[in-house]
């Protein structure tokens, strides 16, 4: 059985509200995760936010260094909805210099901020192709407050010339949730974890999912988030349980998962 997890760090700030709060330290949460990887000797993909490439140039330098693959996550974390095709374009163009600047590799994987690619923004598919992109890990297939795109389906796809891989749902009674995902992995117990990506893996799917620097940070001042829409309830929940994160991670790779950069998936599904 194939067991592998696409596990990848988006490399963002925690985007509150308002902005006097004590932030979250990145390049020391990004070192905890670059230790885990090594322990496991394992590489991933870190999708990350320009203007945080600009600021901690020696961060993303570490990271390409380990030998990790370096993403685009749009420049300053906005959602899709708030580009046209000429803004998106200019914003990733700045966002894979961002990232250049840092380390001479070449850019082929995008994810939007909040999970942003919906039926409404598909258009950006378009630029991506454009721009070189190969992949995207953008789309949330399910309803969802936020964003979503329910008809998408829970397999990659082609879409323009770029491959769409959504995020892995697993469902719990009536909901359908991302469980290889920061709030969800954290929030809900690992048995139920670990039975939904072995049941991913004998379905020869892939868990695809995503980790934030914040998801390990158990001193954060607590803060209302711009992501949430005003939501008191999701709120709350990017604050759960950030301190078993790590040892939840432990238990996924322990079952023998193993964790690999998205752009060795994408060459792999294309051979
Ligand atoms: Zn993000």
Redesign the pocket.
């Known amino acids: 059985m194939n067991k592998i997890f696409l596990f990848s760090i988006?490399l963002?700030e925690f985007?509150a509200v308002r902005s006097n709060f004590r932030r979250t330290p990145l390049p020391h949460l990004t070192e905890s995760y670059l230790e885990f990887l090594k322990r496991h000797n394992a590489k991933t993909t870190f999708?990350i936010?320009g203007e945080l490439a600009e600021q901690f140039k020696s961060t993303i330098r570490d990271i390409a260094a380990e030998g990790h693959e370096l993403a685009c996550?749009?420049f300053a974390?906005r959602s899709l909805d708030q580009y046209n095709a000429t803004s998106l374009r200019e914003d990733l163009l700045r966002n894979m210099e961002a990232l250049r600047n840092c380390a001479d590799v070449d850019i082929v994987g995008f994810?939007?901020?909040?999970?942003s690619l919906t039926e409404r923004t598909q258009w950006a598919y378009d630029v991506l192709a454009e721009l070189g992109f190969k992949y995207s890990c953008s789309v949330l297939p399910s309803e969802n407050p936020l964003h979503g795109w329910p008809g998408f389906g829970n397999k990659p796809k082609m879409m323009s010339g770029v491959l769409e891989i959504p995020v892995t749902l697993a469902r719990f009674m009536w909901l359908r949730v991302p469980i290889g995902a920061g709030t969800y992995f954290r929030c809900l117990p690992m048995s139920l974890i670990g039975r939904a990506f072995r049941r991913c893996a004998e379905d020869g799917v892939p868990v695809a999912g995503?980790f934030?620097p914040y998801d390990i940070d158990t001193g954060q001042e607590r803060v209302m988030s711009r992501?949430v829409g005003g939501s008191r309830t999701l709120n709350s929940l990017l604050y759960v349980n950030r301190g078993r994160t790590m040892r939840k991670l432990e238990v996924v790779m322990a079952d023998g998962f193993r964790i690999m950069p998205y752009r060795d998936f994408v060459d792999s599904a294309a051979t």
């Open positions: 988006d963002e985007y999708f936010v996550h749009t974390h994810r939007a901020p909040i999970l995503y934030h992501g």
